[in-house]
């Protein structure tokens, strides 16, 4: 049973670095084909993809976010780590990572729990 597990700072301050670690228990985070996707659902609003990282090792991010982000991993430790820069307050948002086979449209076979991280001074 694959399972996903979301860590990391619960309030960052607005401009800093935000960073979440999702620790995959159960599988792989290199095995053909799934990709490994970071997803918030800010308060009262609906999920928004983030960007994911491949079991290639390959990325790709939401242009929404106009590259504040950068995903990657530590195999040895079967973790994505999503770092997010120069947060403001809209940043605030309940933070998934999911497990999507083949990379097909927003389809998740596994979802962490999700972490609550508010921005604010």
């Known amino acids: 049973q694959v399972q996903l597990q979301e860590s990391g700072p619960g309030l960052v301050k607005p401009s800093q670095t935000l960073s979440l670690t999702c620790t995959v228990s159960g599988g792989s985070i290199t095995t053909n084909y799934y990709y490994w996707s970071w997803i918030r659902q800010p308060p009262g609003k609906g999920l928004e993809w983030i960007g994911y990282?491949?079991?290639?090792?390959?990325?790709y991010d939401s242009p929404s976010l106009k590259s504040r982000t950068s995903i990657y991993r530590d195999t040895s430790k079967t973790q994505s780590t999503l770092q997010l820069t120069s947060v403001t307050p809209e940043d605030t948002s309940v933070y998934y990572c999911?497990?999507?086979?083949?990379?097909?449209?927003?389809?998740?076979?596994?979802w962490g729990q999700g972490t609550q991280v508010t921005v604010s001074s």
């Open positions: 990282i491949a079991y290639s090792g390959s990325t």
């Open positions: 999911a497990r999507n086979p083949y990379g097909l449209g927003p389809r998740y076979d596994y």
